[in-house]
């Protein structure tokens, strides 16, 4: 047993031994660049398209609009893109949008080769025919006002091709569900807060109308239904930046219910199976990697009262969970200061369990049902609409 004991230990230390540092690099990275210069926010200020696609009447619609609108930024021009007239949101913006010169409201009409949010953005793109940078923000985050400011000005860098921000949610209601998500959501901001170049979120995006152009996004978009995902390809197929800014964090005022929670857990599985699949399996080994440490130790450590030579594999195994828990609650606490986040970092099981099986599920299935739309993701370049609510 002591080669079991040995084994088990090197790769409990590897694991911790490749997590701690990459805490460690993503606090200092958070720090670096918690503060840009003042002088950097307000000379560089070119003319901006925000283009918001939108689809319903999400939690929070009015406020989340009128933050949109009320950028403290100089030159932008506000373009909301729903479907249709008879689309919930078309009504709705019409008056929010009355007393606003600089926002305009057009329709897309329904696709059949591509994601109804994709088909919104690229009418969207066709309206901002002048900008000299589009941006890109979703119906359901409410930015604060100089969010605008913080995802343009990493633009002024020619190195770099677009910048992104990230969700942040917030349960207005609250209850295990909301929190998980937000929870589970707001730990995985870590990936970006490294500075790796990972990849962009559609919801918190801009960069300059001719990268946009260079990089064929609009040609990629037309059979597409993750614009994020082919954005991202796309960009980094020219070589350069991919920048996180943490000061474009979108708050996001949402609750969710379990089936709704499951049902997002499964859609992101199915997306990223089929845009990168080498980082779909890799999650998934590491989810039951980490189930795996857990109920082993829980299986293991009352086995050691019979085998004592089993004793000490599973006490360690066990220690992992509360390892785990208070790790979890570390990130979101020191690395962006949300103590109400952290208070939920009993729930990374649950979640664990959860995107077990999401993952399992995906294997077996690429339809995915959105807002309503159940699509089939056939490949990176081909979705197909289903059936419409």
Request: hydrophobic share 50%; proline share 5%; charged share 15%.
């Amino acid at each position: 047993m002591l080669v079991l004991e040995i084994f088990i230990l090197l790769v409990v230390f590897l694991f911790w031994g490749m997590a701690l540092p990459w805490l460690i690099s993503s606090w200092l990275y958070l720090r670096r660049n918690q503060k840009v210069r003042s002088d950097i926010l307000t000379s560089y200020t070119p003319s901006v398209a925000l283009i918001v696609p939108c689809k319903g009447l999400d939690q929070g619609f009015a406020q989340n609009i009128k933050e949109i609108l009320g950028q403290d930024y100089p030159d932008y021009q506000v373009i909301f893109v729903t479907a249709s007239e008879e689309d919930p949101a078309y009504s709705a913006l019409v008056q929010l949008i009355a007393a606003y010169p600089r926002a305009r409201l057009v329709t897309a009409g329904l696709p059949t080769r591509r994601s109804q949010k994709v088909n919104n953005l690229l009418r969207g793109v066709e309206e901002a025919k002048e900008a000299e940078v589009l941006a890109f923000a979703d119906s359901d985050g409410r930015p604060h006002p100089l969010w605008l400011r913080h995802l343009v000005a990493p633009l002024r860098d020619t190195g770099v091709a677009a910048a992104t921000g990230y969700p942040w949610y917030v349960p207005e209601q609250g209850g295990i569900w909301s929190w998980a998500r937000a929870y589970l959501n707001n730990l995985t901001a870590l990936y970006l807060a490294t500075g790796w170049n990972l990849g962009l979120w559609g919801g918190a995006t801009a960069l300059r109308r001719k990268t946009f152009e260079e990089a064929g996004v609009k040609e990629a978009w037309w059979t597409a239904f993750a614009d994020d995902a082919v954005m991202g390809h796309r960009l980094r197929s020219l070589g350069r930046r991919i920048v996180f800014v943490p000061q474009s964090l979108t708050t996001m005022v949402e609750d969710i219910s379990f089936r709704e929670f499951f049902q997002l857990l499964l859609r992101q599985m199915v997306i990223v199976k089929v845009y990168d699949p080498l980082i779909w399996f890799l999650g998934g080994a590491m989810v039951f990697f980490l189930l795996g440490i857990q109920l082993g130790g829980i299986i293991v450590t009352p086995l050691g009262i019979i085998l004592p030579e089993l004793l000490l594999v599973g006490l360690i195994l066990l220690a992992q969970i509360p390892m785990q828990v208070v790790v979890g609650a570390l990130v979101p606490a020191l690395l962006f200061r949300d103590l109400r986040t952290s208070l939920w970092a009993p729930l990374f099981f649950l979640t664990e369990v959860l995107l077990a099986i999401a993952f399992l599920r995906s294997i077996l299935t690429n339809l995915i049902t959105w807002r309503g739309v159940t699509y089939a993701l056939l490949s990176p370049a081909e979705t197909r609409v289903i059936t419409i609510d």
